[in-house]
C-alpha cells in the first residue's frame, strides 16, 4: 500500500510540473513568438497609448465617432439579459434605443433600423457592428468631421470584414478599430 502511495504522489508530482509549469509556458511562449499582438490582448494604441482592445466594445461619446451596439460595455458584468421575446422589458428597451438611434441619425420616426443598431450583443461586449449600422451614421459622422460621406463610407468598406473562413457569421465592422482609422484620417 505504501508502494503505491509513493508511486501515485510522484505521478501527481511530475504531471503538476508538466500540466501546470511546461505546458502553460510552452503554449504561451508559442504564443507570443507566433501572435504576440493576440497573446496580448489584441490591444489598439493610439499616438503610442493604449486605446482599447479589438476584442471589447467600448462606447464613444460625440457626434463624431461612431457608435457601437447598446449595451453597458461594463466588463466586470458582460452577458445576456436573459429577456425573451414577448418580454415587456425587452420590447421597451428596443423601443427606447430605437428613438434614441433614430433622433441621433437624424431619422424619422418608423425609419427602419439594423437589428445591432437596437439590440445587445450576446455577451454586452460586442466590438464589432454591421456594414449597414456604420454606413446608417456615415452623415453624422462626415458632417460633425467636415467631411465629405463618401470619403466615410470609402472608409467603412476599407474596414469591413467579411465573414470568417468565407462562410460563418455575417460581414462586421469593429468600432474601435473604424474610429482609430477615423481620427487617423483626420491627421492627414
Known sequence: MRRQLIAGLRLLAVLTVVVGVVYPLCVTGIAQLMMSNRANGSLAHSHGA??????????????????????????????????????????????????????????????????????????????????????????????????????????????TLGRTFGFMGDPRVNVLLLNLALEHLALR
Open 50 to 159: 493604449v486605446v482599447g482592445s479589438e476584442l471589447l466594445g467600448q462606447p464613444f461619446d460625440g457626434d463624431e465617432w461612431f457608435q457601437p451596439r447598446p449595451g453597458s460595455y461594463d466588463p466586470t458584468a458582460s452577458g445576456p439579459s436573459n429577456l425573451g421575446p414577448s418580454d415587456p422589458g425587452l420590447i421597451e428597451a428596443v423601443r427606447s434605443a430605437s428613438e434614441a438611434v433614430r433622433a441621433r441619425e437624424g431619422l424619422a420616426d418608423g425609419a427602419p433600423l439594423p437589428a445591432d443598431a437596437v439590440m445587445t450583443g450576446g455577451s454586452d461586449l460586442d466590438p464589432d457592428i454591421s456594414p449597414a449600422y456604420a454606413k446608417l451614421q456615415a452623415p453624422r459622422v462626415a458632417t460633425a468631421r467636415g467631411l465629405p460621406v463618401r470619403v466615410v463610407i470609402a472608409l467603412i468598406d476599407g474596414q
